[in-house]
């Protein structure tokens, strides 16, 4: 269970920390000074901490610098009162993850401590490049014997002492993020920040704010100065994912820090200085996004420093065997199950499955699977819709009568139009659904059935497509050609709900 230790003599933060984290599954261990807080670091080994600037014995600030001269890498939250941020924004540009106002904020602190919290395990937790499939304590696994695998984990180690930026390619779910995490582990800057940003999940306005940081007033709803990620992440390594997502406002300000390794605060004049290293990861054609004008080309040039090529799941033979054991004995350990082995029809459906969502999706489908499992085997029924092999069922009669109207009577059917009739009875299936849908909503007398019948559609459509990606929303947003940001929007507003099944929720 994930620790955060909140420093503050007001025992009434205490309370009201411990209250609101536990519904989120973190444990909260206490300190009234700024001495008991430094010991407890060594103690607790909490994986975030809450400091209050305020404390009877030593300011926050001081009590800061020593956290940070014990453990560089652990994410601390400054708290000060409102009005007097100065401190925690001083705190903030010697590395604090960010900071609090009092009165505390519940949504926002719960949103904060989970970064953290999140930040810690990127920064902390190992990678292990092996073929092993029991899963370490501490460790997540890059599982591979495969060659185009062996090939990476070289990659990897030739690049990882060289401060060269480093631009990492593959399908969404293949591990880009684990590669990052195993070069800075493996790097000079290992004892640095290790923080990561996902450029497709936010706007132009959010993404130059997150990377650069604001100037109080600088747009609507800069209410304080704000430290971007470039400046908390100044001597270690900082992971831009999805980077072709980037409008080109970011991209011509990331191409100047890359080149003079200084930027401005947006709605600012002051240059800053800083020294990061970039580890880029996208799924995207950068190449033909460069001849089409979407990328800058200067800097593209500028972040394929070196290049990695993850491989798909599909073409990686063998190694979907050993992935299988290693997240059966993972998620074994996690969920409490006791799933000794994979019948031999579920086996061969999950290898003769071609994994568009790649080790994530993989890793979805073996969880799904352990929780519908009932015994000692994980049997062919437990496994995902999607993943059973499809029944082939008998044309209409309909389809032969007008086969046989245009001449086509006796002739044999081509088994390669089964796809297209399975596609042709999906569609009737929806249009069965559909007729009810706006039969009712008619005789209740809709005033607005065209826009209801948008909404039922676009539910219906979600629903489908999430299922088919078991519930992965990079593979979805992918599949539906919009953004995952975009994507998100759409599940919270059609209110459905992600978990072993999709389910949309009662109004």
Known sequence: ?????????????QHLVTRALETEGIEVAAALTAAAGIESVETVRPDAVLLDVMLPDMSGLDAFKIIREKDRQLPVIIVTAAGSSDTAIEAMKLGAFDYLTKPIDIAQLERLVRQAVESRRLASVKVGMSDLTEPADSADAFVGRCEPMQEVFKSIGRVAQQDVPVLIRGESGTGKELVARAIFQHGARSNGRFLAVNCAALSETLLESELFGHEKGAFTGAH??????????????????????MSPTVQSKVLRLLQQQTFERVGGNTTIKTNVRIISATNRDLEEMCEEGDFRTDLYYRLNGYTISLPPLRERGDDRVLLLQHFLAQLNRDLGSEVQGIAPNAMQQ??????????????SVVK????????????????????QKPVVTAKPKAESTLHAANGDAGRVPDSSNDDADETAAAA????????PFIAVRMAGGAGDLYAETLGFMERELLSRVLSHSGGNQSEAARILG??????????RSNGIVIGPDIKIAAP
């Open 428 to 435: 009737t299936s929806d249009a069965a659904a559909l007729g």
């Open 482 to 491: 919009i953004t995952r940001g975009s994507l998100r929007n759409k599940i």
């Open 368 to 387: 799904q699977a352990l929780l519908h499992c009932t015994g000692p085997v994980l049997m062919a029924s437990a496994l995902p819709a999607d993943l």
């Open 350 to 363: 999950l290898l003769e499955y071609d994994w568009p969502g790649n080790v994530r999706e993989l890793q």
């Open 1 to 13: 269970m994930p620790r955060l230790l909140c420093i503050d003599d007001d025992r009434s933060v």
């Open 224 to 245: 304080d100065r704000r430290i971007g990620k470039f400046e908390q992440c100044d001597g270690g390594t900082i992971f831009l994912d999805e980077v072709g997502d």
